[in-house]
């Protein structure tokens, strides 16, 4: 059964510097709420639905019509994840242990900024050690034009992604840019617009908004300080290059998940303190996280795009 990191933390013996790591990476609203998935071995391999097989009414002594679905053999490699910081031996003598923790968390917030962007803009074909992202996984009908040349997000095609995703036993979320969510915002002010916006705290106490009781996540950075969702992402035709998306995922188990091996024979994010090196006077700590994504159901997540940075219509 896959489990948030949140979830994980309750049921699992984890140890302190782990727990440090985790604490960052939940910092982050999009890695809070993907639940990971234990994998044994180099990744999984599953069938996702294409097509249902035929189905009607027959009439006295015919036979029924013959017919199957169609199942895409698809699989996910898990990638190796993760990094080495160093902290001098002198900063630790003249700062104390505690520097080491500190500079521990600045690690860990820039591998959980790294994975948000993996997730969402991951390319295989650019980068073969990370996975693909969203963006590049979700074509055909999942994939929803806001405006062909991009234009002012409408509500109404808005509606029509999050329709698109039907996959039962999840519970679904719009995933978008701080900027984006602003414009949803403004729009949820307006009157003659609507938006139907809510704001509530999660479990964390942050303040969380919806749109039609559905809850927003938002990206802002990478590690390197570049926005994730800009909005420089080519049109539906092609024609432009000044938009961005909005996602509608449901998470769950065989819908949309994040998938992890095991390191040393325990699953999920491993952190090490491999002490002081030999080589030069710093103390070593090591992260390492085998990890992917896996879209089991095709209709788990849409993507809305075309989106341009323009106050919101019906």
């Known amino acids: 059964m896959a489990m948030t990191l949140l979830e994980a933390v309750k049921v699992a013996n984890i140890d302190p510097l782990k727990y440090l790591l985790i604490q960052e990476f939940i ?19 599953y069938n996702r639905e294409d097509t249902l097989p035929g189905i ?32 001098d031996k002198a900063i630790v003598d003249m700062q104390g242990p505690q520097s080491r923790i ?33 963006q590049k996984r979700v074509t055909g009908t999942q994939l929803i034009s806001n405006a062909a040349a991009g234009g ?9 992604a999050i329709d698109a995703v039907d996959a039962p036993g999840g519970t679904k979320f719009l995933v978008m840019s701080r900027a984006q969510r602003r414009r949803l915002t403004q729009a949820g002010r307006n009157t003659s ?30 590690n390197l300080a570049n926005d994730i969702m800009p ?11 000044a938009s961005t998306s909005i996602y509608c995922v449901a998470f769950g188990d065989m819908l949309v998940t994040g998938i992890q091996g095991s390191v040393g024979g325990t699953y999920g994010i491993s952190a090490r303190d ?40 019906s």
């Open 27 to 45: 910092e982050g609203e999009l890695i809070a709420s993907i639940p990971f998935q234990d994998v044994p071995g180099s990744g999984v391999h």
């Open 56 to 87: 009607g009414f027959r009439g006295y002594n015919e036979p029924h019509e013959e017919s199957v679905g169609i199942l895409n053999p698809e699989s996910e490699a898990l990638k190796l994840f993760g990094g080495d910081l160093d902290v």
């Open 102 to 134: 500190t500079h521990t968390l600045l690690k860990a917030k820039a591998a959980r900024m790294s994975l948000e962007r993996t997730i969402i803009k991951g390319d295989s074909t650019s980068n073969p050690k990370e996975f693909d992202g969203w």
């Open 152 to 160: 002012a997000l409408s509500l109404n095609k808005l509606d029509e």
């Open 193 to 222: 617009v609507g938006g139907y916006i809510t704001t509530e705290q999660d479990n964390f106490g942050r303040k969380l908004s919806f749109y039609q009781e559905i809850p927003i996540l938002t990206v802002f950075k990478d």
């Open 231 to 241: 909005y420089t992402e080519a049109s539906p035709d092609a024609t432009t290059t």
């Open 274 to 313: 491999l002490g002081e090196l030999d080589v030069k006077p710093v103390f070593r700590t090591r992260m390492d996280w085998y990890v992917a994504q896996a879209i089991y159901n095709g209709r788990a997540i849409s993507r809305l795009a075309g989106i341009t940075d323009a106050a919101v219509v």
